[in-house]
């Protein structure tokens, strides 16, 4: 199983990003192998319109079941849900602290967009 976290950086000690669509990379966990692998999102970083839409798609093709993110849209949250992708919001530090989070079960799925379109 595969879980992805919005990040910045290219490793587990790398910061949680609150953004979904506009963070700039995404550390895919497998959950089975414990590793990881990163997508780069730069292409949405600076996106007019689109970026919540264009990231979900992105995340809907690693195979995901989770997404740990700060915040995320309504756009990119219908998209990610049509996906069988669960949405857990989280404000840990760290992709390290995030995933202990989510193992340990103290992490609570998302039942709708927490923030509007456009949020920066």
């Known amino acids: 199983m595969k879980i992805v976290f919005t990040t910045s ?11 979904f669509g506009r963070a700039p990379k995404f550390l895919v966990y497998d959950l089975d192998d414990d590793t990881f692998s990163i997508i780069d999102n730069q292409h949405n970083l600076n996106a007019a319109q689109g970026a919540g839409i264009q990231s979900a798609e992105t995340v809907a093709r690693t195979g995901a079941i989770g997404l740990v993110t700060g915040h995320c849209g309504p756009k990119a ?3 990610l849900s049509a996906a069988g992708i669960k949405i857990y919001p989280c404000d840990a530090p760290t992709v390290a602290a995030a995933l202990d989070d989510y193992r340990a079960g103290r992490l609570i799925e998302a039942k709708s967009a927490d923030v509007e379109g456009h949020w920066a």
Do not use: I, N, T, Y
Request: charged share 35%; no cysteine.
């Open 9 to 19: 950086g290219d490793d587990l000690a790398a910061p949680l990003d609150s953004r």
């Open 77 to 79: 949250f219908r998209v």
